[in-house]
């Protein structure tokens, strides 16, 4: 089993910066990846970004390239999502997830991760 938890949300206003991150702990491995998603009100969870733990290899949505940066700390078990130039579309709740099934290509659907934190706010005004 693997815990995570996510904190760094808040209230921005537009063009500004949030980083977000992602404690976790219990049974982790190198051959995880990790990955931020956000769920917007009355709209479906969409994928954000991730990073393979071995390597630091990432990947992002189309929508956050170039604005959002995605690292992890290895030492202490924590990933980042560095937020610029923040839109209220980024608006939502953000989630922290894990996946431990070895995957060749970072994966960017929901269902193919396993652990998954209890989301913290961004909010984003105009």
């Known amino acids: 089993q693997v815990q995570l938890v996510e904190s760094g949300g808040g209230l921005v206003q537009a063009g500004g910066s949030l980083r977000l991150s992602c404690a976790a702990s219990?049974?982790?491995?190198?051959?995880?990846?990790m990955g931020w998603f956000r769920q917007a009100p009355g709209k479906e969870r969409e994928f954000v970004a991730a990073?393979?733990?071995?390597?630091?290899?990432?990947l992002y949505a189309d929508s956050v390239k170039g604005r959002f940066t995605i690292s992890r700390d290895n030492a202490n078990n924590t990933m980042y999502l560095q937020m610029n130039s923040l839109k209220p579309e980024d608006t939502g709740v953000y989630y922290c997830?894990?996946?431990?099934?070895?995957?060749?290509?970072?994966?960017?659907?929901?269902?193919?991760?396993?652990?998954w934190g209890q989301g913290t706010q961004v909010t984003v005004s105009s």
């Open positions: 997830a894990a996946s431990d099934r070895g995957w060749f290509a970072i994966p960017r659907a929901g269902y193919n991760y396993d652990y």
């Open positions: 219990g049974r982790t491995g190198s051959s995880y990846v």
């Open positions: 990073i393979r733990w071995s390597g630091g290899s990432t």
